[in-house]
């Protein structure tokens, strides 16, 4: 290994020369050669990634020059994969690459390297990403989703026993909307290819434990940002699968922050009358927060309230878009304490997470 090459990496304290060796002993498979797929190989190669693997089966268009850095006039007609390979090889003389004229699927996928630790999705259809997917459970290996549209990008990281692609969108299908169709703003594609590689840097060094389970959305015409938290769906038949096979791993009971609260310690926290509970489980929301009290429930301190005055669930349930900012702040500062509750612990943690944000002492826990 050249030390003076990566000699800023290995500066950071959480990298080091161990840690740098690690990243060299990596195998990432990246599934695309598009406008994701160059500026994602082109970190990992640069970290010092020791073998890249790349999968596309288009050829090189004019239209893709303005975003898909490293091809030329020259390339245009030539195969994608082997184009971007040949680039990299001269830039980054001391990693492996291979390439693959193919589209992915679970047939093919035993041409993955022996060992792949990480599975890059940076192509642009469902078909794939489900393709991805099974291949992740069946082979045990971690994977990145991708995604930019317009002004818009997001990425998400799966790792196999915490939650599946199934899991996050188990209803999606193709859509006729893509970049060919509705364009994208070609710096779009080189800052979430950074964040994938960034990403995966992070999962070798062991710095990934709070990204687990979380879908990260992006909006740059208004440079937006929102982070949502998903669990992994206790009837997924992909998980299930894999969970038979292997036990669930340790990281499973790490997803949880120190905003979570057990059942035991809620409980205790319950009896004191400066605490709130709130159900986020109410099946039937309304507009207005005028009507929200019910007496007896906030004696019970079973609150059955619309905190947010627009319905957190068809909002929440769209997985992008969260409320920035808690409603009729007067009446949650007469309490210590708010714990959000809810079956999943998706509406709760978001609603933690939003009024923290507000300075409120919020926590969540599950409604079992």
Known sequence: ??????????????????????????????????????????????????????????????????RQILFSDQDIG????????????????????????????????????????FIINASDNYTTRHAINLVSLQKNIPWIDLGILKTQGHFC??????????????????????????????????????????EVIKFILGKHTKDINHFFSFEFLENNFKKFYWKRN??????????KLRPISILEKKIYDDFFIDEQKFKEKQR????????????????????????????????????INENIHSILNKNFFLIDKPKNEEYYSKFKLIIFLCRSGI??????????????????????
């Open 78 to 117: 030539k195969p994608k994969a082997k184009c971007l390979t040949e680039y990299l090889k001269k830039l980054y003389s001391d990693v492996e690459f291979h390439f693959f004229d193919k589209e992915f699927s679970v047939n093919n996928s035993d041409m993955l390297p022996s060992n792949c630790n």
């Open 272 to 307: 004191d009358e400066n605490n709130l509970a709130v159900f986020l489980d109410e099946p039937t929301l309304h507009s207005s927060l005028g009507s929200a009290f019910e007496e007896s429930d906030f004696q019970n301190k079973k609150t059955k309230i619309q905190f």
């Open 157 to 198: 990281l799966f790792n196999p026993g915490l939650g599946c692609y199934e899991c996050l969108f188990s209803d999606a299908t193709d859509s006729i909307e893509n970049c060919s169709l509705s364009g994208v703003l070609s710096p779009i594609c080189g800052i979430i290819g950074s964040f994938a590689a960034n």
């Open 1 to 66: 290994m050249n030390i003076n090459k990566y000699s800023r990496h290995i500066s950071i304290p959480f990298v080091g020369i161990l840690g740098q060796e690690k990243i060299k002993d990596t195998k990432v498979t990246i599934i695309g050669a598009g406008a994701l797929g160059h500026s994602t190989s082109i970190y990992l190669a640069a970290s010092g990634i020791g073998h890249i693997s790349i999968f596309d089966h288009d050829i090189v268009e004019e239209s893709n020059l303005s």
């Open 347 to 368: 509406k709760s943690k978001t609603a933690c997470e939003i009024f923290r944000k507000q300075g409120f002492n919020a926590y969540y826990a599950l409604n079992r």
């Open 234 to 243: 206790s009837d997924c038949q992909y998980c299930n699968e894999f969970l």
